[in-house]
């Protein structure tokens, strides 16, 4: 398992809904972390404040936790959850947490047994697994303030948070979807590890409490339960249908044509069917693919606005 600790003072047929969401949720909370921006080659930037006693080779050690935080290769699967716990991080604390990790994916607790049996089939250990610490008031990668607003009842909770750990795949897409249920199993080991109280799954900005996550972890990972399908508005009004969380299956998100309200309920329909011809893609999809008679080319918003990859279509 690769680690990294910073110990100075920071988704057949498919039935999705489609669910407005604050543009600021999808534009200001992360970039790095859940591999959506490109990824500058020295990584995220964080600060080189002295070292502690406790970590004698603090440089070392931040070019660690900016190579966890690496951009990933095209067609690979992402995956990345943040854990915010109180507290500061201590001393060997993250010795503590890949031993934790690693024996849960050895004998895991019979209510993630079948998504340990779903990592291991695809070939997945621990060792497969980037685990990051970092006090919260470290350089991070994303926006605590905008995670923290996005997740209701729990935000006060996140905003207060002393640490976060990030348990992030990034690589091959795995059998059985086997890096999203390998990276849920270290996120809740971590997470009550770390006595935290939520789990933000950085791809779609869901906040969830541990124990909701354990059971939203049990079923296998499909596009209805793992993809978030977003109408999001423009300034000029017109509404853009997108996905946030395909890279976790290995697919770029999608994005459609921009509509005036009246016409979402059309734009939606025609946008499902594109969404499924990418979905049930069994090889890698990119600019130039044909989707349901949608020839694809790459996204013109924000790179912030989409995760790892992203194509977009305009009949």
């Known amino acids: 398992m690769r680690t990294s600790v910073r110990s100075d003072s920071r ?3 498919l039935a999705v809904t489609l669910a407005f969401t604050s543009t600021l949720a ?7 972390a859940c591999g959506g921006a490109p ?21 070392d ?20 959850y943040a854990v915010f716990a109180p507290g500061t991080p201590e001393k060997r604390a993250l010795t503590k947490l890949t031993a934790a990790v690693g024996a849960a994916f050895r004998s895991p607790p019979p209510e993630l047994a079948e998504a340990a049996r779903r990592a291991t089939s695809g070939g997945l250990g621990a060792d497969a697994l980037d685990v990051s610490l970092a006090p919260v008031d470290a350089e991070l990668p994303l926006n605590v303030a905008v995670i923290a607003e996005a997740a209701g009842p729990l935000g006060p909770a996140i905003a207060s948070a002393g640490q976060v750990a990030f348990v992030r795949y990034a690589g091959a897409p795995r059998a059985e979807h086997g890096q999203i249920s390998g990276a849920a199993l ?7 590890t770390l006595e935290a109280p939520a789990i933000v799954d950085l791809s779609t900005l869901e906040a969830l ?9 049990t079923p296998a990972p499909d596009l209805r339960t793992h993809v978030r399908v977003l109408p999001v508005e423009g300034e000029d009004g017109r509404l853009t249908v997108k996905t946030r969380g395909l890279a976790r299956f290995g697919k770029p998100d999608l994005e459609g044509p921009p509509v005036a309200p009246t016409e979402l309920q059309t734009a ?5 069917q594109v969404l499924e011809g990418v979905w049930t893609a069994p ?24 995760d790892h990859e992203c194509v977009s279509y305009t009949k």
């Open 209 to 217: 409490p541990v124990e909701a996550f354990v059971a939203a972890a």
């Open 26 to 32: 999808l534009t200001g909370a992360l970039t790095v």
């Open 39 to 59: 990824t500058p080659p020295a990584g995220p930037s964080v600060s080189a404040g002295p070292a502690t006693p406790a970590v004698p080779s603090a440089p």
């Open 11 to 13: 988704r057949s047929r």
């Open 186 to 192: 270290a996120a809740v080991t971590v997470a009550r």
């Open 268 to 272: 939606g329909a025609r946008f499902m």
């Open 283 to 306: 090889g890698p999809v990119g600019p130039g693919f044909v989707a349901a008679g949608s020839a694809l080319s790459p996204c013109a918003s924000p790179p912030e606005t989409w």
């Open 61 to 80: 050690l931040q070019a660690q936790f900016a190579a966890a935080l690496r951009g990933p290769q095209p067609g690979d699967a992402v995956v990345t």
